[in-house]
């Protein structure tokens, strides 16, 4: 296959992936990468193309683009369908790719926790197609509202509900928000405003828990500045797509439902027959390879590696970055015959956006709130977005949007007649 | 319904419906404009978006963003499914809407002139789901040419077969010329690009018919340049998605079809009851109403109205434009009791684009061509157009593919996993 000493397959072009993919550049390793997309996909921004606010191509950018200055690296469009450890084979829908060494960074999946019927109604938002799916529902509900003769179906379809207090929600809720109310307000003005409602469900009695209480309470009180209902303490328990039921046997009537309570290790992983957390995660050595597998390193929201503190690690790009950096150098060091070496997170901070002028930061110790900490967040998020390109587009739709509280992207799409 | 004396209702949101409710923005009338996408499509660019210069969201724009300013106009996402003429009801997949007036603007379809296994296997390229699935395939070509081990299925995965010489076929071809020999070559660097053919195939003795023998001349001769081999005189019979069939009993392999060859009147027209021409078009007076209907106008792609010379106009942007216009005037006249005016086109000249730096342009008896009248099509594009936005994100997507030889869409989406 190669004049290289070492064959290295790397499954996934998420954070993790390509951060091994790239950090090797220089080894004297020949390099697969292999993802069912033939795109890297900026997942943090991923709920502004849900909520009309950036087009699914300005977060996305072709994998061949990225690493096409890369001499030692091939790029295979194939998905994983299982791997023949004995033999050293991964085995995808294109065929069988042999390897010397194997990283596994196939990343999450929406976690429903075994509910099918929300699997069914409600939206996860994970990928660009759910992403797209959310502008299309949500656009399409007022398109309904509008001209829905029954008041009380009418406030069913402008009901908006997300589950889950995390960064997702959090965002998700804000940009609904603000879409709704600065943007279609205008677009629709026979729309009672009155009549829309977003709530937000959260399970326990906190949002947003990886930052401090300050800031946390900061978070609530401007999702309520922005007419966000936040709950605690509620637990969804069903929905059919026209009413939630809560384990308290409250029940409200809304026809969407964004589902950001959970994720789990993508459920392909489930097949390799190595033992798993709850969350599907691999359970991997320090070092983050496979016990009894040193040449199979697992990285980012599959793997769970054993730690010091027994903590779990948080299911976030910069774990994965951060490991794939860790085994890239493993993979090196193995080559020159050191041990590899242990992995331990080296936490940058949190950010989290609730919409203009509003976020809330934290860096170490130190805790920032509203329109400065806002810009950190534009800034972090501008600066590792990948390709100059598509910075320069998502930079200007921003812009777009400030200025002239205009979503340009308000297209039903994907078969995107009236259902 | 509303105050006004008249309400107008409008179906279809593209160059001509859009163009008879701008015009009517300051009659006393109530417009219904009703689509069953919520955006307006400039449908001169789509093949661009076939091959990843531009993102569907460029060509596209919320028909609720378009016309925001004007109070007299309803929009309705609602599929049109019969009209009661002597009811004056608009039947449509969320309930009727009385009318009357009624104007039909709802565009062309792809025509396979009734050859079935042409509809399941080649690309038309009339909408935007069109286009992506063609950037979609072509991408997935070159995926699987680079890993296929049989030389024959190599090339004939590498085989892009387009159909008809009129403006899209011919624009479409020079585009995917230079996606593949100026942007993919650089993607996949194992690739032999001598096993790429792109292949025009004109049943006629000549391409872009309504130009100038000249220029045609001169469009033939860029086309070869860019290595699209130009075939006139070659009908296509068939198409099983690996292998075509010429009617001179000829086959090439391959397994990319783009059918520019025939457009036709949306089927939705033929429930209506009315006399048709061969391309499926209502026959309509000279004053684009319905006979015996004078209160049903009907423009764009679904009107043949009787012309004094007897000549059928072109399915394009212009005439529906102009017919729109004139519509909106002939309501306006009809409500002061005046008598409707005759629809008479005149012809503002033709554009179409080869490639970079290559055009051929007609206006009036002046005839253009090369870098002159490439820029005069970037000018008319970006000015015609709708949405500053928009023209911004064109114009700097065209930059960037113009300077760095880079198109930056050339994602694999809508469920964008390998099949």
Partial sequence: MSGYPSNVVVVGAGFGGLRVASSLRKAAVHIT????????????????????GLGPTDIAQPVRAILREQRNLDFRLAEMTGVDFAAKMLKTSTGNIPYDVLVLAVGGETNYFGMTTLGEHAFGL?????????????????????????????????????????????????AFSELIRLVLVKDYLGLNIKDVRIILLEAT?????????????????????????????ASVSGFDGKVVTLNNG??????????AAGVRAKSCVDQLGQPQDRLGRIKV????????????????????????DGMPLPMVAQVAIQQGALTAA????????????????????????????????????????GFFAWLMWLAVHIVFLIGFRNRLFVLINWAWDYFFYDRPIRLIMHDGNCP
């Fill in 205 to 233: 009695d906190k949002v947003l828990p990886m930052f401090p209480e300050k800031l946390r309470d900061v978070a609530v009180k401007t999702l309520w500045q922005k007419f966000v209902e936040v709950r605690f303490g």
């Fill in 126 to 174: 994970k990928d660009l197609d759910d992403a797209v799916r959310i502008r299309n529902h949500l656009l399409y509900m007022f398109e309904r509202a509008v001209h829905e003769p029954d008041a009380e179906i009418g406030k069913a379809l402008l009901t908006f509900i997300v589950v889950g207090g995390g960064p997702t929600g959090v965002e998700c809720a804000g």
């Fill in 330 to 369: 493993n993979i090196v060091r193995t080559l020159k015959g050191e041990s590899p070496k242990e992995f331990s997170y080296k936490d940058p901070g949190s950010l989290a956006t609730i919409g203009r002028n509003a976020a809330v930061a934290r860096i170490g110790r130190l805790q920032f709130r």
């Fill in 33 to 52: 990468l292999v993802d069912r997309r033939n795109y890297h996909l900026f997942q943090p921004l991923l709920y502004q193309v849900a909520t009309a």
């Fill in 250 to 259: 409250e029940t409200i009537a809304a026809h969407t439902m964004v589902w």
């Fill in 285 to 308: 050595l320090p070092t983050l390879q496979v016990p009894n597998h040193p040449e199979v390193y697992v990285i980012g929201d599959i793997a769970c590696p054993e730690t010091g």
